[in-house]
Structures are given as structure tokens and as C-alpha cells.
């Protein structure tokens, strides 16, 4: 229900379990569900596979193994799911497609019409990280999301890994949102 098939989608699963903690993956698939959700409560049309790898992908710059010292963890993402996609016979401009929705998901201007993929990673994360509109999904499904793909101690992790961001590269967008206020938006998100 919340997974795609084909070899793409699988590949980016077993990347994003070989590198993420239990959180950081659970929550990278909710991303995926919660944007999924929305485009079909919107009627919003959507490449499937294009969009599930980037969000499975998408805060792999988090992690140590892809972390960069020099670049915001979103580019970091963007670049893995460049080499993964081009090891998966990706053309080119779809490769660059991966990298450009995880890079745009950071940026809340980015609307359906201009880039429904980017979009609705941005929608899928804000609901998960912060609880933004998340009273628009309906109850059930909610439920039966966490209940597949538990958030333990996603809000916690999630925020030190920002705040991490923010203090080594405070030119970046973590930097950015640490600075208004992304702690107090975690702690009440509704999801727990």
C-alpha cells in the first residue's frame, strides 16, 4: 500500500534501510505516503517511481556515510539518488529529475503546477516533521500509517540531526528553519 514495484523502488527501499535508522526510513516512507495520499485527494498526477525514490532517498545526507561538509544535507540526498538512479540505467535529465525534487522539497514555494513531485515531497515531509496540515488526511489513514511505519523516536533524532546541520553549515536551510523555530513545531506535531 504505501510501496511501489519495480526494480527502482526496491533498490532505493534496500538503500534507504542500509543507511537510515529505523526513524529516519519509517519516516521517508511516510513522506512518500502522505504526499501519495494528498495528490489523490487532489487529483494531482504524479510519475510514481520517480517520486518514491526521491523520497526514500531524500535525507540520506543526513546520515554520516553521506553527509557533507560542504553542501546542505538536501543536495548531499540529491547526489545520492543521482549515482543510485544512474546505476539503475536512469536517462540523464530523469537522473537530474531525483535530484532536483529532493532539493526543491526543502523550499515551500515550489507549487504542484510548477513541480508536483517536488511538491508533494514538501507536502509529505511537512505533515510528518512538523504536523503541517496533517488534520487534512483522514484519521484512519493516519493511523494505519504509524501503525506500519512507527515514528519512535523520529522527532527527537530528526530535530539533532538538523540542529547538527545548522551549527556546521549555518548557510543552509536546516540552519534556516533551526532558526525560526522548527523545535516547537516538532515537539507539537500531532503525530507524536
Request: hydrophobic fraction near 45%; charged fraction near 25%; charge should be negative.
Amino acid at each position: 500500500m504505501w510501496t511501489v514495484a519495480g526494480r527502482s523502488a526496491e533498490a532505493a527501499r534496500e538503500i534507504a534501510a542500509e543507511y537510515a535508522d529505523e526513524a529516519l526510513l519509517n519516516h521517508s516512507v511516510r513522506s512518500y505516503a502522505f504526499g501519495a495520499r494528498y495528490a489523490a485527494e487532489h487529483g494531482l498526477a504524479y510519475d510514481e517511481e520517480l517520486f518514491y525514490v526521491a523520497s526514500l532517498l531524500h535525507d540520506l545526507g543526513l546520515t554520516a556515510p553521506f553527509d557533507s561538509h560542504t553542501l546542505p544535507f538536501e543536495e548531499a540526498g540529491g547526489h545520492v539518488a543521482r549515482v543510485l538512479t544512474a546505476g539503475l540505467g536512469w536517462a540523464p535529465a530523469r537522473r537530474a529529475r531525483a535530484e532536483e525534487v529532493i532539493v526543491l522539497h526543502m523550499r515551500e514555494d515550489v507549487t504542484a503546477d510548477e513541480d508536483v513531485e517536488s511538491h508533494l515531497l514538501q507536502v509529505g515531509t511537512s505533515a510528518d516533521v512538523s504536523g503541517l496540515r496533517v488534520e487534512e488526511f483522514d484519521e484512519r489513514f493516519r493511523a494505519e500509517l504509524l501503525q506500519a511505519y512507527p515514528r519512535a523516536d523520529f522527532g527527537p533524532s530528526f530535530l539533532a540531526l538538523f540542529e547538527d546541520q545548522a551549527a556546521r553549515k549555518p548557510h543552509c536551510s536546516a540552519a534556516g528553519l533551526v532558526a525560526n523555530g522548527i523545535a516547537g513545531r516538532i515537539a507539537k506535531n500531532p503525530l507524536g
